[in-house]
């Protein structure tokens, strides 16, 4: 007589070790053949399997690790509604999002007593445990981290500051963030425009903060590339004046020798007025000078060595800032 292995028997349990998954859901149990009365036997008091979340399971005995936590979380947000397909319209934000981009100031998620999940607004769940859902009608494309899908960093801070009731900690995430290169000022001020979040005063003043951080943070990358690429010494921080006259610009570096002016943004600056005086404007943004700086130090290079052949420039006072 032959004998056949049931599917919640030790051939299938051992195809499920073969996964590698420590948390899956039902709906992924079921499709690998186990049975809803397995289930229950696995998941009994006692028993070596626990529902983490509604229909969302850990494998293995013992306390679920951050990240397993963070799965589970996803598993059960991205569940598709009761007898329809799809599903997985859900990714991390907010303070755990935050951990798995790097974020010093963030718990990693063991300690995060929360997972924020957003989701498209249709989505019809509830909160539970430790997870709490963030309903949006337009999702944005999601970065994969360690696997998991995470909001960009700019929506995931927005999340976060959404939460925080008090300035420094708003202040905290906001300067990190430009700090250690996670985002540009610029997105993040757009993303709490967005959110509606800079009406609240104590957002307003973190935001203060973060202009300081973004400033300082892009002179120290300007300082760096004029040192590593060997250009000559500029002079920093300076205002150019015509003798008797007003300012015409102030610029972030400048070699008077060449009538050669660096400034991060470009914006403010009156290229024709100075390029009609003789000196030549480069913009240097902060983006350029942290992921191409080479490219951006020959172009400095570029325009010192082409300044030989130019005309005299106008005598123009420069000023410290």
């Given at each position: 007589?032959?004998?056949?292995?049931?599917?919640?028997?030790?051939c299938?349990?051992?195809?499920?070790?073969r996964?590698?998954?420590?948390?899956?859901?039902?709906?992924?149990?079921?499709?690998?053949?186990?049975?809803g009365r397995?289930?229950?036997?696995?998941?009994?008091?006692?028993?070596?399997?626990?529902?983490?979340?509604?229909?969302?399971?850990?494998?293995?005995?013992?306390?679920?690790?951050?990240?397993?936590?963070?799965?589970?979380?996803?598993?059960?947000?991205?569940?598709?509604?009761?007898?329809?397909?799809?599903?997985g319209?859900?990714?991390?934000?907010?303070?755990?999002?935050?951990?798995?981009?790097g974020f010093?100031?963030?718990?990693e998620?063991p300690?995060?007593?929360?997972?924020?999940?957003?989701?498209?607004?249709?989505?019809?769940?509830?909160?539970?445990?430790?997870?709490?859902?963030r309903?949006?009608?337009?999702l944005?494309r999601?970065?994969?981290?360690?696997?998991?899908?995470?909001?960009?960093?700019?929506?995931?801070?927005?999340?976060?500051?959404?939460?925080?009731?008090?300035?420094?900690?708003?202040?905290?995430?906001?300067?990190e963030?430009?700090?250690?290169?996670?985002?540009?000022?610029?997105?993040?001020?757009?993303?709490?425009?967005?959110?509606?979040?800079?009406?609240?005063?104590?957002?307003?003043?973190?935001?203060?903060?973060?202009?300081?951080?973004?400033?300082?943070?892009?002179?120290?990358?300007?300082?760096?590339?004029?040192?590593?690429?060997?250009?000559?010494?500029?002079?920093?921080n300076?205002?150019?004046?015509?003798?008797?006259?007003?300012?015409?610009?102030v610029?972030d570096?400048?070699?008077?020798?060449?009538a050669?002016?660096?400034?991060?943004?470009?914006?403010?600056?009156?290229?024709?007025?100075?390029?009609?005086?003789?000196?030549?404007?480069?913009?240097?943004?902060?983006?350029?000078?942290?992921?191409?700086?080479?490219?951006?130090?020959?172009?400095?290079?570029?325009?010192l060595?082409?300044?030989e052949?130019?005309?005299?420039?106008?005598?123009?006072?420069?000023?410290?800032?």
């Amino acid at each position: 007589m032959s004998h056949e292995s049931t599917p919640s028997g030790p051939c299938h349990l051992v195809h499920l070790e073969r996964t590698r998954r420590t948390v899956m859901s039902a709906r992924e149990l079921r499709a690998h053949g186990m049975t809803g009365r397995a289930l229950a036997e696995r998941t009994r008091p006692g028993g070596p399997w626990r529902e983490l979340l509604p229909q969302v399971y850990l494998l293995h005995e013992g306390p679920a690790s951050g990240e397993e936590w963070l799965r589970a979380a996803l598993l059960y947000a991205g569940r598709p509604p009761r007898g329809q397909e799809g599903g997985g319209e859900a990714m991390l934000t907010g303070p755990a999002a935050l951990a798995l981009h790097g974020f010093a100031s963030v718990p990693e998620p063991p300690g995060l007593g929360r997972i924020d999940v957003l989701v498209p607004r249709r989505r019809r769940l509830r909160d539970t445990g430790p997870v709490r859902l963030r309903r949006a009608p337009v999702l944005p494309r999601p970065v994969t981290v360690a696997g998991l899908p995470c909001a960009p960093v700019p929506r995931a801070l927005a999340d976060a500051v959404e939460q925080a009731t008090d300035t420094r900690t708003v202040r905290t995430l906001l300067v990190e963030s430009v700090r250690d290169g996670h985002c540009e000022a610029a997105r993040l001020v757009r993303e709490l425009t967005v959110a509606g979040l800079l009406e609240r005063p104590h957002v307003t003043a973190a935001v203060a903060a973060l202009h300081a951080e973004a400033r300082s943070a892009a002179e120290g990358l300007l300082y760096e590339m004029v040192s590593r690429y060997g250009l000559p010494d500029p002079v920093w921080n300076v205002e150019l004046r015509l003798p008797g006259g007003p300012a015409v610009a102030v610029v972030d570096a400048y070699w008077p020798q060449q009538a050669v002016a660096v400034v991060l943004d470009g914006r403010g600056v009156r290229h024709d007025e100075l390029e009609r005086l003789g000196v030549t404007v480069v913009t240097a943004p902060v983006r350029r000078l942290r992921g191409s700086a080479a490219w951006q130090a020959a172009a400095v290079r570029t325009a010192l060595v082409a300044a030989e052949d130019r005309e005299p420039h106008a005598y123009l006072v420069v000023l410290p800032r």
